[in-house]
């Protein structure tokens, strides 16, 4: 089975351009969730997704950025504009619902660089 | 809120049997769970407690005290391909997104 696809793997730009994440859960999975990692904040959760729906989205940083899920099977995270704090690897997840023994499958995230 | 606590490193030599504690401060319980991730790639999971005891899975057990808000990951005959950073995790208050700990690197020497 494929896990959770996240494109694109790498991505270098400059400051004030747009960056667009993309997320394929795992299919059959009803929650999609967004996580940004760094050294200095660790593993944070910036929004997630319940059949589609964004339920909590107090982790998202500010109104630069935004995420939509318009069907079951793909989700994405946009920057506008885009900042050097803003550097980090994005992590896309799913499962299949909230309980502890519903596990939460990762993506293998998107390395993001803002010059 | 929620809060957890782990140390930031661990090392081990080769076969060693290595404990990664976790404290955590939480108003509703709804079970620990442990990740592992290899050097920035995809966290996985690894097991969860909800009640009180241990939980083995091969080479990895899990145990959760409740009363003492405390767990801990125990890693036994360490491999090298054991190093990586291990990430305890909560729910929310209200049982919805995990809240991971800042995540124990443990090194594995030969």
């Known amino acids: 089975d494929a896990g959770v696809i996240q494109s694109p793997r790498h991505e270098v730009t400059e400051m004030g351009q747009e960056v667009t994440l993309r997320c394929k859960p795992i299919?059959?999975?009803?929650?999609l969730f967004w996580y940004r990692q760094t050294m200095m904040r660790g593993l944070e959760l910036l929004i997630y997704?319940?059949?589609?729906?964004?339920?909590?989205d107090s982790g998202m940083p500010e109104d630069r950025f935004s995420a939509k899920m318009p069907n079951a099977s793909f989700s994405t995270l946009k920057i506008q504009p885009s900042e050097p704090r803003d550097s980090a690897v994005y992590f896309c997840?799913?499962?299949?619902?909230?309980?502890?023994?519903?596990?939460?499958?990762f993506g293998d995230g998107t390395r993001l660089s803002i010059l | 809120g929620q809060s957890l606590e782990q140390p930031s490193e661990v090392t081990a030599v080769e076969g060693a049997i290595v404990q990664i504690n976790c404290t955590y401060q939480t108003s509703g319980f709804y079970g620990l769970s442990w990740y592992q991730q290899h050097d920035g790639g995809a966290p996985t999971f690894l097991s969860y407690?909800?009640?009180?005891g241990l939980e083995e899975t091969g080479r990895f057990s899990s145990f959760l005290s409740r009363s003492d808000s405390y767990g801990y990951l125990l890693l036994q005959e360490l491999q090298m391909k054991d190093s990586a950073s291990y990430f305890c995790?909560?729910?929310?208050?209200?049982?919805?997104?995990?809240?991971f700990g800042q995540g124990t690197e443990l090194s594995v020497k030969p």
């Open positions: 995790a909560v729910r929310d208050n209200q049982g919805g997104k995990l809240i």
């Open positions: 997840a799913s499962s299949e619902g909230l309980g502890s023994n519903q596990p939460q499958h």
């Open positions: 299919s059959g999975h009803d929650y």
């Open positions: 997704f319940n059949n589609n729906v964004p339920i909590d």
């Open positions: 407690n909800a009640l009180d």
